[in-house]
C-alpha cells in the first residue's frame, strides 16, 4: 500500500523499493495473495518507466498467481495492466485479448477499476483503426462506470476520439484533465503517450512549428513508445500536412529543435496556456 502511495504521488524510484520489500516478504511467507497484489503493482510501475518486458514477466506471474489463491478482482486489474503493456509494444491483438478478457471478467464480479482500465485500452484500439465514435463511446462508457477525472487511460482515449472527430475544444479539455489530474501515470512514458494528441491540436490552431516540435519530442524522447503512433493514422496524415505545410528545410529544422526540448518544458506550457 505504501508503493501504491508513492506511485499517486509520482514517487516512482520509493513505490519500486516498497513493492520490491513487499515482493520479497511475501515470497519468504508463502503469502500468494499479498505476492499477486506486489507483482501486479510491480508491473504497472515497470510500464510507467518503459520497461515492457519486465512489466509482461511481472504481470504474467501476478495473474498466474491471483488466479491460484481466487483474487479475481485482482486477475482482471492485472489484464488491464498486461493489456497496456501490449499495446505500447505495438502487439495490438494481445493488447484487445487481455482488454476483453479483463472486461468480461471484471463485469462478472462488478468490479469497477478494471471495467475502467479495459474499456480505456479498448478506446485506444478504436481510434488507431479510426473508429472514432466507438472509442468515444468506449470511453464515456469506462468513466460513466467510475466517473472520476482523474483516469487517466479512459481520458486519453476521449482526447484520442476527439482529434479523429475534429473536436479540438474536447481535446484541449481532456488534455488539460490529463496533465492537472493525480494520476500515477504523471510519468514519462505517460507524458509521452499525449504528445501526439498535443501535437494534433497545435497543428489544427496552425501552430505548425510547434506541432512539429512536439511531434519530435514524441518519436525522439529515450522512454517513448512509438509503435502505437506509428500506427495511428491519423496522426501520419497531420504528419505529412505539417511538413508539405512548412516544407521540407523549415520542417527538418522545427524538428531538430523538438529534439531537443525537455519533457517538463513542454508540460509546463499547456498548463500555463
Known sequence: LLGMCARFAGQIEAARS??????????????????????????????????????????????KIRSEVGDLSGVAMSLTSLSQAAFFRGDFLNARRHAEESLELAADIN????????LGVLSWLA?????????WVLAQQGLSIAPDPNTYVPQLGLAMAACGLSDYAAVE??????????SSWH??????????????????????????????????????????????MLLERWRAKLE?????ERYEAAWERGTKLELETVIRDVHAS
Request: net charge negative; aromatic share 8%; charged share 20%.
Open 18 to 63: 516498497y513493492e520490491r520489500e513487499s515482493r520479497e516478504l511475501s515470497r519468504r511467507t508463502a503469502n500468494k495473495f499479498a505476492l499477486g497484489r506486489a507483482l501486479g503493482s510491480q508491473g504497472l510501475i515497470a510500464i510507467l518507466e518503459d520497461n515492457l518486458p519486465q512489466a509482461k514477466n511481472d504481470l504474467q506471474e501476478a495473474i
Open 111 to 118: 468490479s469497477q477499476p478494471p471495467q475502467v482500465l479495459a
Open 127 to 135: 481510434s488507431l483503426e479510426e473508429a472514432y465514435s466507438r472509442a
Open 173 to 182: 479539455t481532456h488534455l488539460q484533465t490529463l496533465f492537472s489530474s493525480g
Open 187 to 232: 510519468s514519462p512514458i505517460g507524458y509521452l503517450s499525449c504528445l501526439p494528441v498535443l501535437a494534433i491540436l497545435y497543428a489544427s490552431q496552425d501552430e505548425t512549428e510547434r506541432a512539429v516540435e512536439v511531434l519530435a519530442l514524441a518519436f525522439t524522447h529515450p522512454s517513448s513508445s512509438t509503435q502505437w503512433m506509428e500506427k495511428w
Open 244 to 248: 508539405t505545410d512548412l516544407g521540407p
